[in-house]
Every structure is written in structure tokens, then in C-alpha cells.
């Protein structure tokens, strides 16, 4: 086990207009698990490759447990590294695929035995030590390629989007096993995936990227209620932020017909007009022409059991909108609404930059 640390690491790619990762400045801490996560492209994958040793640090530098690992070669790092695809060997049986790295370490039979049948009790796959992958289940070959890492020890593990290629049942019940597992290992983690609901659920902490650039790395709950910019905010939660333009006035930043407080910090350093940002749950569904309430059309309505979406157009924004309401909402598509926004839940952006106003 081993903190980790991403000094302005940069990864850059020859004939690349910018670099795929850059700066990159974190630190984990021992025993932590901190999930790398954002859209396609924006060098997630590539920083948990870099610290791998699979990909080459431009600038900048990696350390695992201090010391600075960035020019040794992937075997001399002690990162355990689990693939999307699982890089099972087909012709071996899920003990051989397990204990095949221990084996090339040249660690004793009897030894690798002993650390195989001990990942496979934590992993339920007792039962199957002598099935080749062809007669597994995805979930099941997931949890070898898991094993594998698990065997050796490894000061860090390193995660690239396992459960990619499972349903979406199975990607519940795994991403539970896996965040159950890191917790009784105690080993450092940095996970990478692209689905932000995996990221929230996973994490002690999220680092959430776009184009090779760190926007904001916190607790789950802190990236939620306190994003920095409007990528932040819209890319975390499900659905994400509503962003509704508004001008400013003396009676509060306005769109569609309602008007929400805007606290003087924030009106002085704004110009005529901002951006405002609701969570779903950040709306009430009220009739239409309520005073205070923004006017809007019924786009489209999820009907989710113990909830429902509720997508809005608002009248005058080019924007629209869902909210979220208990059970049924009793709304119909086309239906004309009323949306009452919570004053102490908006957050205020920069309507050019996008960078929270506070």
C-alpha cells in the first residue's frame, strides 16, 4: 500500500494539437479510492495508463509511496492493473490466469497456491478455480480479472472502466463487491470510468476531467452541491444541473416569468447577465401562472416508480429543463406548467466562462 501522487504530469501524443493529459496534479492518499471520471477523450484512461507505466510522461512526474516512479519501466511500479476487456488467457483455467504473474515472478507453488485460493474465497469463485473463461459469465470473468490483481499484492491497484462490458443489473451488484473489497484490502485505488453515477457511488473522492484538464476533485457529496464551473455541475448527477440563462435586475437573476435572489457577492462581480443552476430537485411543480414561478411546456415525463422526471421547455430560454417530482407526477406531455425554483438551492456561473460565482 502507497499514496500516489500526479505532480503535473502531462501526456502528450506526437502531432497532437494539445496534450491528452495536462498537468495533472493530484494526491491520494494511502488506502484511498479516488475515481478518474469524465466524457470520451478527456484523458482519464490515459492518466491511469500513466500510472501504470503504459504510457509515457511528457512533463511533470508520478510517485507511488514517494517515490518517483515516472522513467521505470510498468513491472518495477507494483500497480496491479485490472483492463476493461479482462485480458483473460483463454487456454488457461481460472486458477493458472490468477497465478499466472506470481508464477512469472517466480513465486513458489505452493505459495501461489495459497494466494489464489485466498482471493478466490473473497471473490466467491472457489467453485469455478478449474473452468476455462469460455464456461464463465461476464460478472464471473470480471471477478478473475479482479483475483489476478488481488494475488500480488500490489501497492495499487489500477481500474480501466471493468465493468464496461457487464449489463447493467450485474454492474450494480459488482461496483458494490469491488467498493466492499477496496475497503477490506485497504489498497490504493484510482479508478477510471466514464459513468458518473459508478464514479458517486465508488469514490471517497472524484476527479473529474475534460480535455486532459483536472476541473475539480472532491468528495462526491462536495462535487454535487458545490461544483466549480457549469462542466462540473452538468456532467455530475443524474439528470445533471439544469443551466438557465438569466438577467440580472433588482429583482433577482430572471427567466421565463421567476425571478431567484442573487446574494451580493455575486451581483458584483456578474455583469447583466448569469448563469443559474438548479438540481431537478431544486424545482416544485406548481400550477401554471403561479406567482414567482417560471412558465413552461411539458417535454417529456419519466415515470421512475418512487419518482418522476419531469423535462420542461421554459418559455423565452433557448433551454430545457427537468425536475424531479415524488411519485406520480400527474402531468401530461404538451401540458402547460409552472416551475417554482428553490431559491436556496441556485448556484450562480459566469455566463461566459463558466466558473462559479460565490
Known amino acids: ?11 502528450r501524443y506526437d502531432g497532437a494539437d494539445r496534450p491528452s493529459v495536462d498537468a495533472l496534479d493530484i494526491d491520494i492518499d494511502d488506502g484511498e479510492f479516488v475515481v478518474l471520471v469524465g466524457p470520451s477523450g478527456c484523458g482519464k484512461s490515459t492518466s491511469l495508463r500513466a500510472l501504470a507505466g503504459l504510457e509515457a510522461v511528457s512533463d511533470g512526474r508520478i510517485l507511488i509511496g514517494g517515490t518517483d516512479v515516472t522513467g521505470l519501466s510498468p513491472k ?21 490466469n490468477m497465478g499466472f504473474a506470481l508464477r512469472n515472478a517466480g513465486t513458489s507453488k505452493a505459495d501461489t497456491a495459497s494466494r489464489v485460493a485466498e482471493a478466490a474465497r473473497m471473490l466467491e469463485l472457489e467453485g469455478l478455480l478449474d473452468r476455462k473463461p469460455g464456461r464463465l459469465s461476464g460478472g464471473q470473468r470480471q471477478r478473475v480479472a479482479m483475483g489476478r490483481a488481488i494475488v500480488r499484492h500490489p501497492k495499487v491497484f489500477a481500474m480501466d472502466e471493468p465493468l464496461s462490458n457487464l449489463d447493467a443489473r450485474l454492474r450494480v451488484s459488482t461496483r458494490s463487491q469491488i467498493s466492499e473489497l477496496q475497503r477490506r484490502l485497504g489498497v490504493t485505488t484510482v479508478y477510471v470510468t466514464h459513468d458518473q453515477v459508478e464514479a458517486m457511488t465508488m469514490g471517497d ?22 461544483p466549480v464551473n457549469t462542466f462540473v455541475a452538468g456532467f455530475i448527477g443524474s439528470p445533471g444541473m439544469n443551466l438557465v ?12 416569468g421567476a425571478a431567484v435572489a442573487v446574494p451580493r457577492s455575486v451581483a458584483d462581480g456578474a455583469g447583466d447577465t448569469v448563469t443559474v443552476g438548479l438540481r431537478p430537485e ?13 412558465r413552461g411546456s411539458v417535454a417529456l415525463v419519466e415515470e421512475l416508480g418512487a419518482e418522476s422526471l419531469v423535462y420542461a421547455r421554459l418559455e423565452g430560454v433557448d433551454t430545457q429543463v427537468v425536475a424531479r417530482s415524488p411519485r406520480r407526477a400527474g402531468v401530461a406531455i404538451g401540458e402547460e406548467i409552472g416551475l417554482a425554483p428553490a431559491p436556496e438551492s441556485a448556484l450562480f456561473f459566469d455566463a461566459e466562462s463558466g466558473e462559479r460565482l460565490r
Open 282 to 294: 431544486g424545482w416544485t411543480l406548481v400550477p401554471p401562472g403561479t406567482v414567482g414561478a417560471a
Open 76 to 96: 518495477r511500479r507494483d500497480v496491479a492493473m485490472v483492463f476493461q476487456n479482462y485480458a483473460l488467457y483463454p487456454n488457461m483455467t481460472v486458477a493458472e
Open 245 to 256: 440563462p438569466a438577467k440580472l435586475s433588482a429583482d433577482g437573476a430572471g427567466f421565463a
Open 205 to 226: 473522492r472524484v476527479a473529474v476531467l475534460k480535455e486532459g484538464v483536472l476541473q475539480q476533485v472532491a468528495p462526491p457529496a462536495q462535487l454535487y452541491d458545490d
Open 1 to 11: 500500500m502507497a499514496t500516489v501522487r500526479y505532480d503535473r504530469a502531462s501526456v
